[in-house]
């Protein structure tokens, strides 16, 4: 068992706290483009984004057209 100061320190250490991460315009459009060939987590992984960013672009919850 860590404490929760500990845990912040090593999500700072990590970088696992950065949520301003930004996608290009032309990196959503590959998402989309990608929707249904390559699951959500392994695109969240190639584009350095969680999961839930992939599921909210192919839902069109967020970078609405």
């Known amino acids: 068992y860590i404490s929760h100061y500990e845990n912040v320190q090593h999500a700072i250490k990590l970088n ?32 350095n984004v969680c999961q839930n960013t992939i599921f909210k672009i192919h839902h069109n919850l967020t970078w609405k057209e």
């Open 16 to 47: 696992l706290n950065n949520t301003n991460k930004k996608l290009t315009k032309e990196q959503v459009q590959q998402i989309k483009e990608l929707k249904g060939k390559i699951s959500q987590p392994k695109l969240g992984k190639m584009f």
